[in-house]
């Protein structure tokens, strides 16, 4: 048994930086535990190499949700992170902070200090943004955001006309003062390669004295002297191990790892806890609920041109693209599979957006088993377009099935379980056959392929819809923060409540969804995070 001043539990977006915050002075010890391994791996570095982690037991939990009503009673599949950077080293890389009206609604929700003045400064701190500085934007931080406005394929540019026809406005910077409108995404790479929290945050702390990093090492359970923290029971090469923390135990594993690490600890509901036999340490009923997600959707057609699925399906064009990435760090390969994208409204009484979309030069409407078929595309010429809900009022749970550490939690996802999910996601889709038949795209247009002409009627519509969305991977809110312990789990400063030396830093506490991809937010929050850590350690 050893004692350091801090056990970090997860080295993914939050748990990375809160690592290296922690460890800068030199003036504290910090132990990181993580269940997977080395992100040394050529298709975790490559950016597009994500199809090839997106089902890779070696870095990814491959998660299975419940049988979920809406949708038709399918099982999704959820890929998170268990690799150092956790879920940051295999996702889609598109850098999105979420609206000021996300931050300033946690604010006012009773959460001082988490409004989106408060937050600039952290976000500012953090990049190291290719378009360049300005009153919102930050230069020489750890994450490099690269700006692909120049590499794009041509027929994003198309995309992005489109969506100026159907009303959109050309948006040149998501994160800028305005998310409305169509534009190029921003994407965390840098000279070709993943910028994931684990490469500019974690291996910087890893080089100092004060910092040890476990891997393949999965936390079982906090050990409490009442009800303080003191210690991390793991295990790791086959054997249980004990660490002890002077200070602060800050647990950042995630939407998922998170709430079962905590119920497994005897901090959570009466039930589900206490029918397995789990001593309750703390009460807590919302460990593990208010669980929200982005759920979405692709509307797919074969194109009249070439798209991306003639260099990217046969071996020669794999082959091709493969030496341009190993020689020049450029191409295909280098870039995420959403090129293109842009927020809108459903309905123009609606003050701000709430539907992101994503533009794709190449289809997967054939699918490939035991990968995300990113790199074995459809082999006629197609494109899709994608969109997904921004703040959707369906509400799930993440709960323990037992006692054992290893088996997987419950996750139940309730997608479109209101009317109101329902109707804003019909819209939705409505205005994707808008874009599709706005000139620039309808041009190049040979037929939808998905969901197909057949499909017209409202009640079709929502049966497709239901039949064909998923998660688009951003799972925030099963421990939210809150100044009222009946309806939360964390304070403002990240302490849970009613315990003592542990804190939650991982997007788990979000209030709420925030409008757009999540990892920035996650980031900021293990800055924002580490900073109040280091303020109350005086």
């Not at 997860?10 to 997977?36: D, M, Y």
């Not at 930050?138 to 692909?148: K, L, S």
């Not at 409305?180 to 945050?201: H, K, L, N, P, W």
């Not at 247009?445 to 039949?467: H, M, N």
Request: aromatic share 8%; charged share 20%.
């Amino acid at each position: 048994m050893q004692t350091f001043d801090f056990i970090v539990v997860g080295s993914g977006s939050a748990g990375s930086v809160v690592a290296e915050r922690l460890s800068a002075s030199g003036r504290f010890s910090v132990l990181v535990l993580e269940a997977g391994g080395t992100d040394r791996r050529f298709f975790v570095q490559m950016p597009l190499g994500y199809g090839k982690t997106f089902h890779d037991p070696a870095v990814n939990w491959n998660y299975a949700t419940e049988p979920d009503p809406g949708l038709l009673g399918a099982s999704d599949h959820w890929p998170r992170g268990k690799v150092l950077g956790g879920s940051s080293s295999i996702n889609a890389m598109v850098w999105i902070r979420g609206a000021r009206e996300d931050f300033d609604t946690w604010r006012d929700a009773g959460n001082p200090g988490w409004g989106f003045d408060d937050l600039l400064p952290a976000f500012k701190a953090i990049e190291d943004n290719q378009a360049g500085a300005n009153e919102l934007r930050g230069t020489g931080g750890p994450v490099h955001v690269t700006d692909n406005r120049k590499n794009i394929h041509p027929l994003t540019n198309r995309f992005l006309a489109a969506a100026q026809q159907a009303g959109l406005p050309l948006n040149q910077d998501f994160n800028g003062p305005v998310q409305e409108g169509a534009g190029v995404y921003q994407i965390t790479t840098r000279d070709g390669r993943r910028m994931s929290a684990a490469r500019a945050f974690l291996r910087s702390a890893m080089k100092r004295q004060n910092v040890r990093v476990e891997t393949n090492a999965l936390a079982t359970k906090i050990l409490f002297d009442g009800k303080r923290a003191v210690g991390v029971e793991y295990r790791q090469d086959g054997q249980t191990k004990t660490a002890r923390a002077g200070r602060e135990i800050i647990v950042s594993g995630g939407s998922v790892n998170t709430p079962q690490l905590l119920q497994l600890s005897g901090v959570g509901p009466t039930a589900p806890l206490g029918d397995l036999g789990i001593p309750i340490v703390h009460a807590n009923d919302h460990v593990g609920r208010n669980l929200q997600d982005h759920q979405g959707i692709n509307y797919t057609w074969k194109a009249r041109v070439p798209t991306l699925n003639q260099i990217l399906r046969p071996w020669w064009g794999k082959m091709l693209v493969g030496m341009q990435y190993l020689a020049l760090r450029s191409g295909p390969l280098s870039m995420s599979m959403n090129q293109g994208g842009g927020f809108f409204r459903t309905d123009g009484n609606r003050y701000r957006p709430n539907m992101q979309l994503y533009f794709q030069v190449f289809s997967t409407v054939i699918p490939k088993r035991g990968e995300r078929p990113i790199l074995s595309p459809d082999p006629f010429p197609g494109f899709s377009i994608g969109l997904s809900n921004c703040r959707p009022s369906s509400r799930g749970e993440i709960m323990i099935r037992t006692a054992d550490p290893t088996v997987q939690p419950r996750i139940t996802v309730n997608a479109f379980s209101t009317e109101s999910d329902v109707a804003e996601m019909l819209d939705a889709v409505k205005f994707l056959r808008k874009l599709g038949s706005m000139p620039p795209i309808a041009e190049i247009i040979a037929e939808e392929v998905l969901p197909g002409p057949s499909i017209t009627s409202d009640a079709d519509l929502i049966q497709d819809f239901r039949k064909r969305s998923g998660t688009v991977y951003h799972p925030v809110s099963t421990c939210r923060m809150g100044p009222d312990p009946a309806y939360s789990v964390v304070d403002a400063r990240l302490r849970v409540h009613g315990l003592a030396g542990l804190r939650v830093i991982d997007a788990s506490i979000f209030p709420d969804n925030i409008t757009g991809n999540t990892n920035a937010a996650s980031i900021m929050t293990g800055w924002k995070g580490a900073a109040m850590v280091l303020e109350d350690a005086g």
